[in-house]
Nanobody, 125 residues
Framework: QVQLVESGGGLVQAGGSLRLSCEASGRTFSSYHMGWFRQGPGREREFVAAITASGFSTYYANSVKGRFTISRDNAKNTLSLQMNSLKPEDTAVYYC??????????????????WGQGTQVTVSS
């Protein structure tokens, strides 16, 4: 079991920045690929970014590429998402998720085994 707890969400004006964190506890954090997903009002949960178990490779949705940065600290069991140049369409509940590190990094939610409770990000225009 892996327990995940997100923090760092809030209300920000368009063009602003936020940094989300995800603290993991339980089984070995460094054995999991980690991802960030988001779900806006009336929308399906969508991929935002992912990072391999080692932290060597990162992946981004086209909509956030160049604005968001995913990172992890395996020594501290933490995952982060730095979000810059935020837009109103980034408004959503953001979730961190863990996927078995033996698998290929997934861009859809189904292969992820563990999820946090989510943190709300609201970007005003």
């Amino acid at each position: 079991q892996v327990q995940l707890v997100e923090s760092g969400g809030g209300l920000v004006q368009a063009g602003g920045s936020l940094r989300l964190s995800c603290e993991a506890s339980g089984r070995t954090f460094s054995s999991y690929h980690m991802g960030w997903f988001r779900q806006g009002p009336g929308r399906e949960r969508e991929f935002v970014a992912a990072i391999t178990a080692s932290g060597f490779s990162t992946y981004y949705a086209n909509s956030v590429k160049g604005r968001f940065t995913i990172s992890r600290d395996n020594a501290k069991n933490t995952l982060s998402l730095q979000m810059n140049s935020l837009k109103p369409e980034d408004t959503a509940v953001y979730y961190c998720a863990a996927e078995n590190g033996m698998k290929v990094v997934a861009y859809n939610p189904d292969p992820y085994d563990y999820w946090g409770q989510g943190t709300q990000v609201t970007v005003s225009s």
